[in-house]
């Protein structure tokens, strides 16, 4: 059925602050915002410092509530999902909002007064599969159920690589893939061509996940002439910590913060497990970084080309590749030059047109459904 949309229609979106969806969902707001949509992104989880939120609602142009609502992967029971789903579904009618665009299909639910999009950024499903074996545990199993649920009921679900689309497919038994729309980033580190490229290694992500294989990372690291330096949290919301003796720990950084490494092109380092897409990796590639990656499916679709790819688990490999980019400065210089261009790929304005199209359709009452596979 087609629905009325006004002339400016109002996105209520959902985030959180603790990784890559709050940039993703600032990039994508200040698009939309410019496209001539209003937009409100709720934050759920732990609330950032008032001065974040203002700096955000500044650059992205996007009204920013903090909600104080669980987050699907932090909260102690199902019941604490489901009433944050029921509380945004209420704050999108308080708010007149004309589609609803989700961070993750678990917080998907009945009562919605409007179409809702999800975008699976990762999920316990896909992550399971990539990086641990044997049966779910019990306090990730309802996490799946409830991502699966989402999935199945949503009026448009989106994945940002065609192999993570699969990935999902197969994972919850969907009847079709995902709508690809790739993520996009503003670049906020501009190459300079004044200095050589620093001397040393760069990674950043939230390192205290499995997934992103620090402790292979800190062996790396052992064995190189260069630091590698590792910007990110070491330490999980649960207290879970990753012991670190040969990486350079910054800590977590701000964007601009991690701008100012990357600004100096050194060498990106990723011998992560599973990365749906990797917007650290973008974030590299636009600086003219040259890249070292996992030889991960989702890798390979976005960067074949334009890096060095090594098996997460060849530590030899990795070391091999580090040193042959220190050794040869033209070499480096152009794999730099061609991550940098793969990068202009991957924009705000792609993103943005991609998930515009979604909602399009999603008003127009067509199923954004029937777009399965769809890349933009």
Not at 227 to 235: I, K, S, Y
């Amino acid at each position: 059925m087609r629905m009325p949309v006004r002339e400016r229609p109002h996105v209520l979106m959902t985030a959180d602050a603790l990784g890559g969806v709050w940039q993703y969902s600032l990039d994508l707001g200040e698009g939309l915002v410019r496209r001539g949509l209003s937009v409100t992104i709720a934050v759920l989880g732990p609330v950032p410092p008032a001065e974040r939120i203002a700096a955000a609602e500044a650059a992205s142009g996007c009204r920013i509530l903090a909600t104080g609502l669980a987050l699907d992967w932090m909260a102690r029971d199902p019941a604490e999902v489901r009433e944050a789903a029921a509380a945004l579904a209420r704050l999108a009618g308080s708010l007149n909002a004309d589609i609803v665009h989700l961070h993750s299909p678990a917080l998907a639910g009945p009562d919605y007064p409007v179409p809702v999009v999800a975008v699976s950024h990762s999920c316990v499903g896909t992550w399971w599969e990539a990086v641990e074996t044997g049966p779910l545990p019990a306090d990730l199993a309802w996490r799946r159920d409830l991502a699966a649920a989402g999935c199945a009921t949503v009026d448009a679900l989106l994945a940002p690589t065609k192999a993570f689309a699969a990935a999902t497919q197969a994972v919850y038994g969907l009847p079709a893939s995902p709508v690809v729309v790739r993520n996009g980033r503003r670049a906020s580190a501009r190459p300079s061509g004044a200095l050589p490229p620093a001397s040393y290694v760069f990674t950043a992500g939230r390192l205290w996940d499995r997934a992103k294989n620090a402790a292979a990372l800190d062996r790396v690291a052992a064995r190189l002439d260069w630091p590698l330096r590792a910007a990110g949290p070491m330490e999980s919301p649960s207290g879970e910590r990753v012991a670190a003796r040969h990486l350079d720990c910054l800590g977590r950084l701000d964007d601009l913060g991690v701008a100012a490494h990357l600004v100096r092109r050194p060498v990106f380092l990723s011998l992560a497990r599973y990365e749906p897409f990797g917007l650290a990796v973008l974030e590299a590639a636009s600086a003219g970084c040259a890249l070292v990656l996992s030889d991960l499916a989702s890798f390979r679709e976005l960067w074949d080309g334009a890096a060095l790819f090594v098996d997460p688990e060849d530590e030899a490999g990795a070391v091999a590749a580090i040193r042959g980019l220190a050794d040869d400065p033209a070499e480096r210089a152009r794999w730099g030059a061609a991550a940098r261009t793969r990068a202009g790929r991957y924009g705000v304005e792609a993103m943005t047109t991609g998930v515009l199209g979604i909602f399009r359709a999603c008003w127009a009452g067509t199923s954004a459904r029937s777009l399965g596979g769809a890349a933009a």
